[in-house]
């Protein structure tokens, strides 16, 4: 029988970051047919150097959960308070204090220094007084541990001396080092340039350069544009805040210009650079000389890494995220014609120390041995020392302390404690913490009594665990009768008594006595034992297709009294019936469960597992399913043997899925198909016993890729991977050119085209064309070779043919293998030509003051039929090449030429043109427009009814000199919400309208003109209803009057009301 699954698993060491215990169960689904089942009958027992389950009331020591960081406090920050963090958990809580340099912090004796919780705050912190290396101390009554240690810096940028900076003064062509001399700062600043004035920035390039170690201006060369004043800026980089220099002048010496010289280094890297894994590394190298010297780098014995960069030209070797591997001594050579200098330096990595094996807080008996090791890695190899309650542990007694290792003898009570293993080097150090607790107490069961259920005929285990230290003597009795070991009864080393082959006389209470010096403790065991359990599984194998459903009943045979708990597993893994819920479903009686699978995969197939577990007993049976469907992919396909139209192939087999393989089908892709097509095979079809095949009917000097389906009767399944792209071999050329055309071209041209051959059908290199022609009732062939395979078109000249002469074409194809094919032959007519002749009758007349039309006729009939016409236009004060350019839409003999200026004399001419060019030009026609029309709107609107008509009146338009005179007037009356419009024209400032019976009009009129239409006047808007008439009149007059008509007449007030002038129609 398996021992008893309540039992707790317990360690006595753990991390420090956990610091509880607990009952482990298994994560069983819901099948119980009860809420709760046996299992929860059982007790547990946890070992005598258990720690017990975590509660609110358990006690330990310090652990840190924030140690202090570094901090750079910027001096000009509006917020005068630097806070140190630090936060530690521990039963009882904590108390803190603090150190500085390893000095302890008096916040009674310093008013600046307050606590807040575990926080150090600083208050108007300096760097005189407050910069260095900071550490919290957390301590309980089980214990100290110290932090690790964080470094407060302070950032400012000091001002420039206000000193006034010397002159320098060189030779043209020598070089120069402008000093920048910054003020204090802290920390790490940024150098630039400024010339002459801000923000006018030096640039760095090949000549000139900046040093981001020196902060200096580095000039190799200086040239006469160099001349200037320079000012260094600087910029802090946690403030950003900036400060300029006094300026430096840098002038030219007249007394010569500096010679060539050999190139001389004048900043460079240290010769021994250190780095941190993982940070940037700027290695700087700039020389002096003229001509200007190149900058080259090289690692000695080894190669400079891939992913370093050169900046500033080659002044700066960059290395981003340094590596170990990339340490080395590293040289930069600076080269002109004049010679060469170099300098070699060494850059070694270092890396933090890293833990690789930490402490574990832990629990032990008096007297037992405690051995602890921690390890780490770091380079240079760190070192170690260890802390108890943060003070230094070195071997002495009991204690032995070597590297990482800590050896207790006969562990006491007072060493129990927080211990700290510290690993350091040059570079920093860290911290590993643990707690170890020393136990003294009496026996004590957790749970008492404890029932056991045992299955008939199995083996079962009493376990005897008392929680004790140090470790008890333990007996075994049963009744009042101390257990005496036998064959089937035995106790074994860790006091668990064992019955082997348990019958119903084994029934009963044991009592497991615990006793050490401090006391004793008695836990009762009940035995129940009970009939072994049977399950049954069916079928136990089937098979069936894909897309069906199927049912597997698993019943348990088991002792009534007890729960049974099912569970479902699928190849050894529990099922998961909320993420497989489409396809598994389990449904449950008292003793029985069964299992639908529904919709089946192929993924469905292998071994279902069906486990029934009683408090007792666990049992597991097993049914295997078959799933039949369509074959999975074939194996990998080769292709064996390429000719210009197939190709031999090979594959392996795939899965059948329980189901025959009958046929494969190949398939091919090429850059000219729409995905994958399938293949003509020899044979065909491909039957399923077949691992080769033949593609026919390819085409030549085409790359393939070819794939495989196979296919059964329950379908066609997933294609196999692609194999590798192959090209066909060449073959001449089988298909000829289409559609073969011609046609247009200048006077004297055979313009030949025709649609090209595309690349899938040229079948192989040098493909072309061969273009034969033939004027008709000719014998022989002319023939020329187009070599490009885009070309569409040839155009053959020829002086001696006329114009419209028929030639037989015909276009055929090559390549390097032969020539191919010939197209049908066509007849092609040579080029017409552009128009030979201009137009004839050219008239031009004007019809307004920005309109003149012209009329012409087109020239005789014959070669170079114009397909259009071409109008120019140009006033009389303009050259004709900068006039204006119409035609028209199609072959129409009279144009409207609009948009031009009142008055005006203009040019014109009229030119043919079709798709082969234009033809010549008519002579000049000349037309002037005619006088812009009256500015001045009609005014003074009135108006009288009777009956339906409406007699309107108005002031007549009398034209300024420069405008056309007035020939009449033109009234518009519109009804609103219809499209009809009434327009009355009349030679008089007077006229009479008609309107039908109700409705709204507007009337509106303009002055006619030779020149055209004048200005709109304003609008009169007119409502009738029943017989009456309402005006109101938008009048740009500022005079309103009503007149009075004899009563024959049916009257109606005239009002003439200011209103805004309308929009004009």
């Known amino acids: 029988m398996k021992p008893d699954s309540s039992s707790v698993l317990n360690s006595r060491s753990r991390p420090r970051q956990h610091h509880s215990g607990g009952l482990v169960t298994p994560d069983w689904p819901a099948f119980s047919s009860h809420p709760l089942s046996a299992l929860s009958l059982l007790g547990s027992q946890e070992d005598y150097r258990s720690e017990g389950k975590a509660n609110e009331s358990e006690e330990f020591g310090p652990v840190f959960t924030q140690e202090p960081e570094d901090v750079i406090f910027p001096l000009d920050s509006d917020e005068k308070k630097v806070a140190m963090h630090c936060e530690a958990r521990g039963n009882p809580p904590p108390t803190y204090s603090w150190y500085i ?44 541990v110290l932090s690790r240690e964080a470094l407060l810096q302070f950032a400012y940028l000091g001002a420039f001396s206000t000193k006034t900076r010397g002159g320098v003064s060189v030779r043209e062509g020598q070089g120069v080092v402008l000093m920048c001399t ?25 000549r000139r350069f900046i040093s981001q170690d020196t902060g200096n201006l580095y000039i190799s060369k200086v040239q006469p544009h160099d001349v200037g004043s320079y000012i260094c800026l600087v910029k802090n980089t946690v403030t950003n805040a900036r400060v300029l220099s006094p300026p430096t002048p840098l002038t030219l010496k007249t007394d010569g210009v500096m010679g060539e010289y050999e190139p001389k280094i004048e900043v460079h890297f240290p010769t021994s650079v250190l780095a941190a894994k993982g940070v940037t590394v700027r290695l700087e190298c700039f020389a002096l000389g003229n001509p200007v010297p190149t900058i080259t780098w090289r690692k000695i014995n080894g190669n400079i890494p891939k992913k370093a960069r050169l900046r500033k030209s080659q002044a700066v070797l960059e290395i981003p995220n340094i590596q170990l591997e990339d340490s080395g001594t590293y040289e930069c050579k600076a080269e002109n014609p004049r010679g060469g200098t170099a300098f070699k330096g060494h850059l070694q990595v270092y890396t933090l120390p890293q833990w690789v094996r930490m402490i574990n807080d832990t629990q032990m008996d008096s007297g037992e041995k405690l051995q602890w090791e921690c390890k780490a890695m770091g380079r240079p190899r760190p070192t170690y020392r260890w802390l108890r309650n943060g003070l230094p542990l070195t071997s002495q007694g009991r204690v032995e302390t070597l590297n990482g290792e800590l050896t207790i003898h006969k562990v006491q009570q007072a060493d129990s404690g927080m211990y700290q293993c510290v690993a350091e080097n040059k570079y920093g150090a860290i911290y590993s913490n643990a707690e170890l607790k020393i136990l003294a107490s009496a026996p004590v069961f957790v749970h008492n009594p404890v029932r056991v259920i045992a299955t008939l005929g199995k083996d079962v285990s009493l376990e005897c665990k008392p929680r004790a230290s140090p470790k008890p003597r333990i007996t075994w009795r049963r009744g009042d009768r101390r257990i005496q070991q036998n064959k089937r009864i035995m106790l074994l080393r860790n006091n668990t008594l064992r019955i082997v082959n348990s019958s119903r006389a084994d029934e009963g209470n044991y009592v497991c006595r615990a006793e050490n010096q401090l006391g004793s403790a008695e836990m009762t065991a009940i035995l129940w034992v009970k009939e072994a359990m049977r399950v049954e599984l069916s079928p136990s194998r089937v098979e069936v297709t894909v897309g069906e459903s199927v049912v597997l009943s698993c019943k348990a045979t088991h002792d009534t009294s007890l729960d049974v708990a099912f569970q479902w597993f699928f190849n050894q893994k529990p099922i998961n019936f909320q993420q497989d819920g489409g396809h598994f479903e389990y449904i449950q009686t008292s003793s029985t469960v069964d299992l639908m699978i529904r919709s089946i995969l192929l993924k469905h197939a292998g071994k279902y597992g069906c486990r029934a577990q009683t408090s007792a007993d666990s049992v597991f049976a ?12 074939p194996g990998v396909v080769i292709v064996e043997e390429i000719t210009d139209t197939t ?25 000219f198909s729409l995905g994958w097509q399938t293949v003509k095979t020899d044979p065909d079809p491909v039957t399923g016993d077949m691992e080769s095949a033949m593609a026919v009917e390819l085409n030549p000097w085409v790359e393939y890729e070819f794939r495989v389906v196979a296919s059964n009767a329950i379908g066609t399944g997933d294609p196999s991977a692609p194999s590798r792209g192959v090209r066909t071999k060449e073959a001449v050329p089988s298909v000829a ?24 059908f040229q079948n192989g290199e040098g493909f072309g064309y061969i273009v034969a022609f033939r004027a008709n009732g000719s014998r022989g062939w002319k023939e020329k070779m187009v070599t490009s395979a885009d070309s569409t078109t040839y155009k053959y000249r020829d002086e001696t043919f006329p114009p419209l002469t028929p030639f037989e074409v015909k276009v055929g194809v090559y390549n390097n293998k032969g020539d191919g094919p010939f197209s049908k032959v066509v007849v092609i007519h040579s080029a017409e030509g552009e128009p030979r002749e201009a137009p004839s009758d050219v ?67 009229v030119k043919g043109f079709n798709s082969i060019g234009q033809g010549p030009a008519t002579a000049a026609v000349t037309a002037r427009t005619r006088k812009a029309p009256p500015a001045q709107p009609p005014s003074s609107l009135m108006w009288i009814q009777e009956g339906n008509n409406v007699t309107l009146s108005w002031d007549p338009v009398k034209a300024k000199d420069n405008e056309s005179d007035v020939i009449g007037y033109m009234v518009l009356l519109k009804q609103e919400g219809r499209g009809h419009n ?20 507007t009337i509106e009129v303009r002055a006619l003109s030779e020149g055209g239409e004048g200005a709109v006047s304003s609008q009169v808007r007119l409502v009738t209803s029943s017989g009456k008439l309402e005006a109101s009149v938008r009048a740009k007059s500022s005079q309103c009057s009503v007149h009075c008509l004899p009563q ?18």
Request: charged content about 20%.
């Open 101 to 144: 340099n390893r000095t302890e912090v008096d916040a009674d004796g310093d008013y600046r220094y307050s606590f807040i919780d575990g926080n150090l705050i600083i208050t108007n912190g300096s760097e005189t007084h407050d910069y260095g290396k900071y550490q919290c101390k957390a301590e309980n009554s089980f214990g100290t």
């Open 182 to 206: 910054p003020p204090a700062h802290s920390p790490e600043i940024i150098y630039s340039w400024v010339f002459n004035e801000f923000p006018s920035f030096v640039a760095e390039d090949s």
């Open 622 to 633: 097993e049914a295997e399913l078959l799933v039949r469907g369509p074959p999975g992919p």
């Open 647 to 671: 190709a031999t192939l090979s594959w392996t087999r795939g899965l059948d899925n329980h189901s025959p393989i009958s046929t494969y089908n190949l398939q091919a892709r090429s850059p």
């Open 737 to 760: 050119p289409a559609n073969v055309s011609g046609g247009n071209g200048r006077r004297h041209e055979l313009v030949i085209s025709w649609e090209p051959v595309s690349e899938e």
């Open 843 to 909: 008239k031009a007349y004007s019809i307004s003051s920005t309109e003149i039309r012209i009329t012409w006729k087109p020239p005789n009939p014959g070669p170079g039929k114009p397909r259009g016409y071409e109008v120019s236009l140009w006033k009389d004060s303009e050259q004709e090449e900068s006039g204006k350019k119409q035609r028209t839409l199609k072959n129409e003999t009279s144009m409207v030429l609009t948009g031009l200026e009142g008055n005006s004399m203009y040019h014109i001419t």
């Open 982 to 1001: 009434q327009v009355t024209r009349t030679i008089n400032p007077s006229t009479i309208l008609s309107l039908p019976e109700g409705g709204t009009y």
């Open 1048 to 1065: 024959s007449l049916t009257w109606t007030a005239l009002l003439l009301v200011l209103l805004v002038p309308s929009a004009s129609w």
